[in-house]
């Protein structure tokens, strides 16, 4: 009898395009939350 071979999310090619992509957004996301600050300052 042959073993079960389970999936595993790394196995899925757009889960990691989406994880990737998620990360790129949140990266984005923190710099625009820096520059609306740093222009905050500069307004004061």
Not at 2 to 20: C, M, Q, S, T, V
Not at 27 to 43: F, G, H, P, R, T
Request: aromatic share 14%.
């Amino acid at each position: 009898m042959e073993p079960k071979r389970y999936l595993k999310l790394n196995d899925i090619e757009a889960y990691k395009i989406a994880f990737h992509l998620s990360n790129y957004v949140w990266d984005v996301i923190e710099k625009w939350n820096v520059l609306q600050s740093v222009q905050l300052e500069n307004n004061l």
